[in-house]
């Protein structure tokens, strides 16, 4: 008998001391140290399932699994999934208004990669692009105007311009284009007033102007600068 009577005793220690995911706290109960999530006043990893505007599991101290995130009004500000404490796979992100802000993919190691596409909070196209591995900008991308009009585009090589890029106006007029060079600019450039008229065009090498360049005024007429 008195051995049964240990045996709980134990147990029911047991129970009171070791975490639970039968817990269930906010993110307010909850402090950050050293990238790892505790409740407030212990010092062992909080395991359980967190309520209010972030919902989602944590497990010793990482989030894990499904996550969603509400803004303070309710409306659904982003959701995606966790592993060991990272971003993983599909997440999408929305403006205030419920329009989608951005949606992409993370790697196992908890940086974008692959195509992301980014919205204005009306709905318009903002940007869309690749990340290499390193989350770095790769390959061409696109970005527009508000008014949805094109606003740039080019490609990128490791997170730098490279190559050619071209600029217009929110009407759709051609702004400027020239080549880039390890994110700087080489060659000739040419640029234009948003009425179409040239406005300078010259050379760039070794990320200094050289040779003759020309200016003219929003007329069309010289600039004698």
Same mark, same amino acid.
């Given at each position: 008998?008195?051995?049964?009577?240990?045996?709980?005793?134990?147990?029911?220690?047991?129970?009171?001391?070791?975490?639970?995911w039968?817990?269930?706290?906010?993110?307010?109960?909850?402090?950050?140290?050293?990238?790892?999530?505790?409740?407030?006043?212990?010092?062992?990893?909080?395991?359980?399932?967190?309520?209010?505007?972030?919902?989602?599991?944590?497990?010793d101290g990482?989030?894990?699994?499904? +996550?969603?995130?509400?803004?303070?009004?309710?409306?659904?500000?982003?959701?995606? @999934?966790?592993?060991?404490?990272? &971003? %993983?796979?599909? +997440?999408v992100?929305?403006?205030?208004?419920?329009?989608?802000?951005? @949606?992409?993919?993370?790697?196992? $190691?908890g940086?974008? %990669?692959?195509? +992301?596409?980014?919205?204005?909070?009306?709905?318009?196209l903002?940007k869309?692009?690749?990340? $290499?591995?390193?989350?770095?900008?790769? =390959?061409?991308?696109?970005?527009?105007?508000? $008014?949805?009009?094109l606003?740039?585009?080019?490609?990128?090589?490791?997170?730098?311009?490279? =190559?050619?890029w071209v600029?217009?106006?929110?009407?759709?007029q051609?702004?400027?284009? =020239?080549?880039?060079?390890?994110?700087?600019?080489?060659?000739?450039? %040419?640029?234009?007033?948003?009425?179409?008229?040239?406005?300078?065009?010259?050379?760039?090498?070794?990320?200094? &102007?050289?040779?003759?360049?020309?200016?003219?005024?929003?007329?069309?007429t010289?600039?004698?600068?």
């Open positions: 008998m008195k051995k049964l009577t240990s045996i709980i005793v134990i147990l029911f220690l047991s129970l009171f001391s070791s975490p639970s039968s817990e269930t706290l906010s993110m307010d109960d909850l402090v950050e140290r050293d990238d790892l999530y505790y409740k407030k006043f212990t010092d062992v990893p909080f395991t359980g399932e967190i309520t209010g505007k972030k919902q989602g599991s944590i497990k990482m989030r894990t699994g499904e +996550w969603i995130t509400y803004y303070d009004q309710g409306q659904l500000f982003h959701k995606g @999934k966790y592993k060991d404490g990272k &971003k %993983v796979g599909k +997440w992100t929305y403006w205030d208004n419920g329009q989608l802000w951005f @949606k992409g993919e993370y790697n196992k $190691n940086k974008r %990669v692959g195509e +992301w596409v980014n919205f204005y909070s009306d709905g318009q903002w869309k692009g690749e990340y $290499n591995k390193n989350t770095n900008r790769i =390959g061409e991308w696109v970005y527009y105007h508000l $008014n949805g009009q606003w740039k585009k080019g490609k990128y090589k490791d997170d730098m311009k490279e =190559g050619e600029y217009y106006y929110d009407s759709g051609l702004n400027r284009k =020239g080549e880039y060079k390890d994110d700087w600019q080489e060659g000739e450039w %040419v640029s234009y007033w948003d009425n179409g008229q040239l406005k300078y065009k010259g050379e760039y090498k070794d990320v200094k &102007k050289v040779g003759k360049w020309e200016y003219y005024n929003k007329d069309g010289v600039d004698n600068q």
